[in-house]
């Protein structure tokens, strides 16, 4: 079994390259670890926006990683910073 955090770090990842992309900062995350992740498995991640906090020039994020057998292996939710440069 793959330790949890380590599937965690794929949603840094596609935070901090792709949605919403570089310059943003983690102000809060909560993850839920659904179930085990196994070496071998194929782990897919999808994130969305929930919520534009315009006062604190923030997003809400939602995410899930699935795994080949399309079971959710993990889910949670964040609260990521704008760069001064998008305000």
Do not use: M, W
């Not at 793959?2 to 596609?14: E, F, K, M, R, Y």
């Amino acid at each position: 079994i793959a330790h949890g955090i380590l599937t965690a770090a794929l949603i840094s990842a596609v935070l901090g390259t792709k949605l919403p992309g570089p310059g943003y900062i983690y102000l809060q995350q909560e993850i839920k670890f659904l179930k085990p992740v196994f070496p071998g498995d194929t782990i897919s991640v999808e994130v969305e926006i929930t919520k534009k906090i315009n006062e604190k020039k923030s997003l809400e994020l939602s995410f899930t990683c699935t795994n080949q057998r399309n079971q959710i292996v993990l889910g949670g939710s964040s609260i990521i910073k704008a760069p001064p440069s998008l305000y």
